[in-house]
């Protein structure tokens, strides 16, 4: 079977072209994705392209998610460091407010440059942390995400993405030991909350796949509430106010991300901040709406799972099952760019079940994001 008929097998069924435009969700939607049956119908959460989401939807059975951003012309980024990357460094509370801190990434994320060209390119490595069902060490599932979404709609228009998954491995030197033990397995059966038998991991990187497909109703791209065109992102509102108001004019009924206010309008701005297609006036009065929201802490010196240091705003949310996570967005002050998405266990359950309190258990890195004229 060549890549494309690859590709074509694994798309679920909810990302047919009837039906609304697939959201690449954030981490927890992602994990959620893992833990229950996968419905015949649009997977939800926060914006990320059609076919972007296919790929990921495609892989949800192995991984979710860790998100970093660097957008055209930033410096090349580092190599993990050796240690496990699924626990959270020490943080700090910093004296600043959240507010203060948002405030001042947004006049950073206001003089970013906009660049242009035909394709929004994106790459991302999502991970996410795993029990083995035999052995009970821990695993760290990698995929690397790498999507192309035109600047131009109509119906000779296509979203481009490619999938490679990095393989599955011990997440700490511990983990290793025990994983060394249980015979050093290729092949790692682990187990997901809410499921009755086990996913198997390989530790193996496969090879890269690449496909496209036709923009849904020939100018969707992204989902924020409802399906949304190239052209909704880049007339967003470039002040706070107006932006709060049009994204939750969008928000839609059918929804699994935070019902409240805050946790939803925070989720979606982490799109927007991260690794969406819209101004720079547009991503920093998304920082300046989140100044706003009353929930929303500050953590400093926050080190992601590429090894960068950032600091952090994150807000509380419950998990299925009982759990608290503490969804975070870390960006890079000195230049207001957003570097990760990630999940932190503050009270184990649900789907987090088992971990201990502090342990990142997914996270989402883009790794670039910025217009291209070149297409895969």
Do not use: C
């Amino acid at each position: 079977m060549n890549p494309i008929d690859e590709l074509r097998a694994a798309r679920p069924a909810h990302l047919d072209d009837d039906r609304p435009v697939d959201p690449r969700t954030r981490a927890a939607e992602l994990s959620r994705a893992m833990s229950i049956p996968r419905p015949a119908r649009r997977r939800r959460g926060v914006a990320r392209p059609a076919w972007g989401l296919g790929l990921a939807g495609a892989a949800a059975a192995v991984t979710a998610a860790a998100v970093v951003l660097s957008m055209n012309g930033a410096a090349p980024t580092p190599r993990p460091p050796a240690g496990s990357p699924a626990s959270v460094p020490s943080t700090q509370k910093v004296t600043l407010s959240a507010r203060d801190v948002l405030l001042a990434a947004a006049a950073k994320a206001d003089r970013q440059p906009e660049g242009k060209g035909e394709y929004w390119h994106t790459v991302s490595v999502h991970r996410t942390l795993f029990t083995a069902a035999k052995g009970g060490y821990r695993v760290l599932d990698q995929r690397r995400d790498e999507g192309w979404t035109p600047s131009a709609t109509g119906e000779d228009q296509e979203q481009w993405g490619r999938m490679q998954s990095l393989g599955a491995r011990p997440a700490s030197e511990e983990d290793r030991q025990a994983w060394e033990r249980a015979g050093s397995p290729t092949a790692i059966e682990v187990t997901v909350p809410g499921k009755s038998r086990p996913m198997v991991l390989q530790t193996s990187p496969r090879r890269a796949m690449t496909g496209h497909t036709p923009l849904v109703d020939g100018d969707k791209v992204f989902w924020l509430g409802r399906n949304v065109t190239m052209k909704d992102l880049r007339e967003l509102p470039a002040d706070p106010d107006g932006l709060k108001k049009r994204l939750l004019s969008w928000k839609g009924q059918d929804t699994d991300v935070p019902k409240s206010g805050d946790g939803w309008l925070f989720v979606v701005s982490t799109g927007l901040i991260m690794d969406m297609p819209v101004t720079p006036e547009v991503r920093g009065a998304a920082f300046r709406m989140l100044a706003e929201l009353d929930d929303v802490q500050v953590v400093e010196n926050v080190t992601d799972a590429q090894g960068r240091r950032g600091t952090a705003v994150a807000i509380k949310d419950r998990t299925q099952g009982g759990g608290v996570s503490e969804n975070r967005l870390i960006f890079d002050e000195a230049t207001g760019r957003a570097l990760a998405n990630e999940h932190v266990v503050v009270e184990p359950g649900g789907f987090q079940a088992g971990l201990e309190p502090g342990t990142v258990w997914n996270s989402d890195a883009l790794i670039e994001a910025g217009w291209t004229d070149a297409k895969p």
